[in-house]
């Protein structure tokens, strides 16, 4: 059963520049129809952590700033034309995508997974997993 489009008025797509999140991006897309629904696109990037002596701020800059030229880039793949609205948060993934999700009155996330399960699921934790447990709104995960 396909989705009706017009039942979403704010679609989320997070995005980690991987192929899951390309292929959430594009089925968000499709359910986003003839501009029926708003989509922002998110990317949510790590703090860096500095184990030596190094200029932490300009190191943070700079690594924010190849992210959003990246987000832009992975954008316009998708949209070629007219890009929709992105955002550019730091922090854990899972907390601010669903902080931002409430923010911007998302009524649908789309996001992909990497499809882990087991030890490496256990291990590494699962942003999706988090992601739906603690959304303010409908989540579609994408594989």
């Not at 899951?20 to 922002?40: E, F, I, K, T």
């Not at 690594?63 to 030229?69: K, L, P």
């Not at 882990?116 to 447990?133: C, D, F, N, Q």
Request: with cysteine.
């Amino acid at each position: 059963m396909k989705p009706n489009p017009s039942a979403y008025e704010t679609i989320l797509v997070p995005v980690d520049f991987s192929e899951p999140s390309r292929a959430a991006l594009h089925q968000a897309h499709l359910l986003a129809g003839d501009d029926l629904a708003r989509l922002v696109v998110l990317h949510v990037s790590e703090p860096v952590s500095a184990h030596w002596h190094i200029d932490l701020n300009r190191l943070q800059k700079e690594a924010h700033e190849a992210a959003r030229q990246k987000l832009v880039a992975f954008i316009k793949e998708e949209f070629p034309k007219s890009a929709p609205r992105s955002h550019f948060m730091t922090g854990n993934p899972h907390d601010a995508i669903v902080k931002y999700a409430a923010k911007c009155n998302a009524s649908l996330i789309v996001l992909g997974t990497h499809g882990r399960s087991g030890l490496k699921r256990a291990l590494i934790g699962s942003v999706a997993e988090r992601v739906v447990r603690h959304a303010p709104c409908a989540v579609m995960v994408v594989r």
